[in-house]
Antibody, heavy 124, light 108 residues
């Protein structure tokens, strides 16, 4: 059974930092492209960023609102994805979902497995 | 950046009736479009990919159609568990992988 489980959310002050983790199981993690998607309270879904598998180059891409502040990384030996978030502000308050592209392919990267999310609240 | 626009924002339908949700892309995304369902307090779930292919375990009452810039999600006979928010997403031109703003399907 495919599982992705996020952790690390919580309350952080504006300007602060937080690192989220996502533990994956039930699929070949080192072959999967992994994403972070967020959802502000009462709002829609917003893609945050993606890291390709190492065999696809391991490169990252980010949404404009987080570029330069957020960093995605992966540890394939631990089947774990990370999201390092710096210079946080109130607009970053959201549930953050870890999303795996498992049955999708690099040319058809639909988001087929979602974690339950972890809430990040940025407030003084 | 491709902008995805969903309509209507809210759709009220009675159980057993058909629901039709629309999604429009600001430029062609070919058939590289997915639909997701999200219930309150839950993560989104993949329903449809490739504009018309149902994901594993998705009932046959869900169907997707369209290509290019116009897409439709149809639920043929609404069950109580189908009332939720539905999002479309393009994965043709990325980054970013853009989502629509969602359609809330509510009980009439």
């Amino acid at each position: 059974e495919v599982q992705v489980v996020e952790s690390g959310g919580g309350l952080v002050k504006p300007g602060g930092s937080l690192r989220l983790s996502c533990a994956a199981s039930g699929f070949t993690f080192n072959m999967a492209w992994m994403n972070w998607v967020r959802q502000a309270p009462g709002k829609g879904l917003e893609w945050v960023g993606r890291i390709k598998s190492h065999t696809s180059g391991g490169t990252t891409d980010y949404a404009a609102p987080v570029k330069g502040r957020f960093t995605i990384s992966r540890d394939d030996s631990k089947n774990t994805l990370y999201l390092q978030m710096n210079s946080l502000n109130s607009e970053d308050t959201a549930v953050y979902y870890c999303v795996a592209i498992v049955t999708g392919t690099p040319s058809h990267p639909y988001f087929d497995y979602w974690g339950q999310g972890t809430l990040v609240t940025v407030s003084s | 950046e491709i902008v995805m626009t969903q309509s209507p924002a809210t759709l009220s339908v009675s159980p057993g009736e058909r629901a039709t949700l629309s999604c429009r892309a600001s430029q062609s995304v070919s058939s590289n479009l997915a639909w997701y369902q999200q219930k309150p307090g839950q993560a989104p779930r993949l329903l449809i990919y490739g504009a018309s292919t149902r994901a594993t375990g998705i009932p046959a009452r869900f169907s997707g159609s369209g290509s290019g810039t116009e897409f439709t999600l149809t639920i043929s006979s609404l069950q109580s568990e189908d009332f939720a928010v539905y999002y479309c997403q393009q994965y043709n031109n990325w980054p970013p992988y853009s989502f629509g703003q969602g359609t809330k399907l509510e009980i009439k």
